[in-house]
């Protein structure tokens, strides 16, 4: 049977498994797909053995994503543009190719969603691995303005000069931004403390919509915050996490499953619905 795994350091609560079993199951792919947590400074040795060993693909998660990029024999164009790689596939020719599927899978959610992108006006918060990977699918949507914001603004001033030749992008202080935003994208990693990102609550408005590239069982810190200042359309992370493991599948199996029962099953698991 062919093999699929996920690497990452934590792993043992990933949904990866659960969603690609469900995958398999629909598309009637014979597959099995595991888990590795190997030591941080092991994964390499991991990922070659377990090409050798057979395995035909890999995702790869924090906090190898970096590194995945730099041990694989070839990179998509997506993947250079991240700076990252999420998706391992052998090629019939032994070559192991890397990809990064994660902003195709925001795009698809926000898409799902009902979000028009074009011509919008964008705010994306933070300028980490996560806002690196959404950029250039979000710029190939052709919003009217891409504005980053981060913390630490050069490095959002780097991200949008390393940008700046697919579209609009700009970029501002927390306390500079003024609206009225479309879209606004939370790619901080706040929500994991708890925390919130610095964002004048003036800038929330009924029409707009949230997007939190986190999840959780209940609401993350971040679209509490903005359903308390009046958002009516909030989205977490959840949607984008089945849909890149869909990209994914696709890539490894050349046959794209539908995401909408998955995403519901997934939900229930967590026992969100
Ligand atoms: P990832 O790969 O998930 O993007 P990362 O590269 O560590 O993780 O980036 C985390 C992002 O969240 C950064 O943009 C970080 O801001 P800094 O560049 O200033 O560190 C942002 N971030 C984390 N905690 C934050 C907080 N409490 N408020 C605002 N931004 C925060």
Not at 198 to 209: E, K, N, S, V, Y
Not at 238 to 255: C, D, K, N, P, S
Request: charged residues 20%; contains cysteine.
């Amino acid at each position: 049977m062919d093999r699929y795994l996920v690497f990452g350091h934590p792993v043992r609560h990933s949904k990866s498994p659960f969603i690609h079993t469900l995958f398999a199951r629909q598309t009637q792919q014979e597959l099995e797909y595991g888990l590795a947590e190997p030591a941080i400074d092991e994964f390499a040795h991991a990922l070659r053995t377990f090409f050798d060993q057979g395995g035909k693909g890999c995702n790869v998660t924090v906090p190898f994503k970096e590194q995945a990029f730099t041990l694989v024999d070839r990179l998509s164009p997506r993947a250079k543009r991240a700076g990252a790689v999420n998706t391992i596939k052998l090629t019939d020719d032994g070559v192991l190719l890397g990809d990064n599927t994660d902003g195709a899978g925001l795009v698809a959610d926000l898409k799902s969603h009902g979000v028009t992108l074009a011509d919008s006006r964008i705010l994306l918060l933070g300028a980490g691995g996560a806002a690196r990977g959404a950029l250039a699918p979000l710029l190939a949507e052709l919003p009217s303005e891409l504005l980053i914001a981060n913390r630490t603004y050069t490095k959002a001033q780097q991200l949008a000069a390393e940008f700046h030749d697919l579209g609009p992008v700009t970029t501002q202080t927390y306390e500079q931004l003024a609206g009225p935003f479309d879209l606004v994208i939370n790619s901080t990693s706040a929500s994991l403390q708890g925390a919130l990102p610095p964002l004048a609550p003036a800038l929330i408005h009924t029409d707009i919509a949230i997007y939190d590239m986190m999840y959780g069982a209940s609401d993350t810190a971040f679209i509490s915050w903005a359903k308390q200042h009046g958002a009516r359309q909030t989205m977490d992370g959840l949607g984008m996490l089945v849909e890149q493991a869909a990209e994914a599948f696709t890539v490894w199996r050349g046959i794209r499953p539908g995401t909408k029962q998955v995403l519901r099953e997934l939900k229930r698991n967590l026992g969100v619905i």
